[in-house]
């Protein structure tokens, strides 16, 4: 079992509509979660952490089950500018470890 | 006024040669971290080091050397470049202890190797 999935997409999606992203991950002992954007041919960009008690940034909600070991992201409204490839990403332990990531999902926003 | 930068931006060079790339970071982070991005897009860890000491080394050929000479800086040296080492290399840092692990990303480097 890959450490952690996506569905790599894409989802097409009109403008306006609410888009959720969902992922898996396969350490138990993962301690903090991520979701980044990133552009094509750009660097990875922190989107927002992932809190047990979900957390919510502008038209962005993220949640995390960690009985289920389960990440999700909505996105409400969705424009033109969120078309990018959204990476989930776990952090096994904590200080100097590496972040895993999945292998992305590809999101295309429609006019 | 770059929080984590690298350079070169682009690297075209033959098989069999020796380069480097270096990254440095003004964001006062003292753990820093090399990834790889390969053709598939697929994102994964090579090394990180904490206040000039090695932490991680992922399974990656001894080709590769990182060197920290202060906590930001970060440089990578390639030796013996080969075919297979053409991806995007991405520098990034973070804090060591918490509360946030954020990690803060480079622009990249793209290699290519012919």
């Known amino acids: 079992r890959k450490e952690v999935e996506q569905d790599p997409g894409p989802f097409n999606v009109p403008e306006g509509a609410t888009v959720a992203f969902n992922c898996t991950y396969s350490?138990?002992?993962?301690?903090?979660f991520f979701w980044y954007r990133q552009d094509c041919r750009k660097e990875p960009k922190l989107l927002m952490s992932?809190?047990?008690s979900g957390n919510e940034d502008g038209r962005f909600t993220a949640q995390l089950n960690r009985a289920s070991q389960y990440i999700s992201l909505l996105i409400r409204d969705s424009k033109l500018s969120d078309s990018a490839t959204y990476l989930c990403?776990?952090?096994?332990?904590?200080?100097?470890?590496?972040?895993?990531f999945g292998k992305g999902t590809h999101l295309i926003i429609q006019p | 006024d770059t929080a984590v930068s690298q350079t070169p931006k682009y690297l075209v060079t033959q098989m069999g040669n020796d380069k480097s790339i270096k990254c440095e970071q003004n964001?006062?982070?003292?753990?820093m971290y090399w990834y790889k991005q390969d053709s598939k897009k697929f994102l994964k860890i090579m090394f990180s080091?904490?206040?000039?000491?090695?932490?991680i080394n992922e399974t990656v050929p001894n080709r590769f050397s990182p060197k920290s000479p202060d906590k930001a800086h970060l440089n990578l040296h390639i030796n013996s470049l080969e075919l297979g080492d053409s991806a995007v290399y991405f520098c990034?840092?973070?804090?060591?202890?918490?509360?946030?692990?954020?990690?803060?990303f480079g622009p990249g480097t793209r290699l290519t190797v012919t």
């Open positions: 990034a840092s973070s804090h060591l202890k918490g509360p946030s692990y954020e990690q803060y």
């Open positions: 350490n138990s002992a993962s301690q903090s």
């Open positions: 992932v809190y047990s």
């Open positions: 990403v776990v952090l096994r332990g904590g200080g100097a470890d590496g972040l895993t």
């Open positions: 964001l006062g982070h003292d753990t």
């Open positions: 080091y904490n206040n000039k000491e090695l932490i």
